[in-house]
């Protein structure tokens, strides 16, 4: 994913994969919060169409919807990116002990990401519409487990191909 065509390159995708994914779900939960507040100042004004009207709660209703399968898709995309990145690069397996260490940093980072994201959503303002968006709940509980997977088969991409 990086330019670079460095060895240990894999995991720092998967720190950029785990940043990426923090922030799209932490705006997708803000952005929840903030058109729920402005569809609420729509629907009350008299200066909007029915229709208007209409189309804003329309998007209101799917917004989290929407977003929770924006974070899937995305995570499954960069997943299949990495992946690909991982084959590409030349690796020697001596490296393969450094990414075993790194890829125990990236689980402390993020497992702090997952706590953090869990402790910005336990708030009483934001738990609803955290609620709304089960599949993104469910990849930030079992985030440890969902880089453990992505980080094992990153690895296996990195240093499992023959040298043809």
């Known amino acids: ?18 940043i990426i994914l923090f ?10 919060y903030v058109y729920d507040e402005l569809n609420d100042e729509i629907q ?8 208007a009207k209409e189309s ?12 929770d399968n924006v974070i899937i ?3 499954i995309f960069l997943w299949i990116l990495l992946l690909v990145t991982s084959f590409l690069i030349d690796a020697h397996p001596v490296f393969f002990i450094v990414t075993v260490l790194l890829l125990i940093v990236v689980f402390i980072a993020g497992m702090a990401m997952a706590n953090s994201y869990a402790e910005l959503t336990s708030d009483s303002e934001l738990s609803g519409f955290a609620a709304n968006m ?9 985030l440890l487990i969902v880089l453990i997977i992505m980080g094992l088969t990153a690895s296996l991409s990195l240093y499992a191909k023959s040298n043809l």
Not at 134 to 142: I, M, R
């Open 44 to 51: 009350n004004d008299a200066d909007f169409s029915a229709q």
């Open 134 to 142: 089960p599949k993104t709940a469910f990849v930030f509980d079992n």
């Open 23 to 32: 922030v799209l779900a932490l705006a997708a939960v803000f952005g929840a």
């Open 73 to 75: 898709t995305v995570l």
């Open 56 to 67: 804003a709660q329309f998007v209101d209703t799917n917004y989290s919807n929407w977003f």
């Open 1 to 18: 994913m990086a330019s670079s065509n460095k060895r240990g390159q894999a995991v720092f995708d998967l720190i950029i994969v785990v």
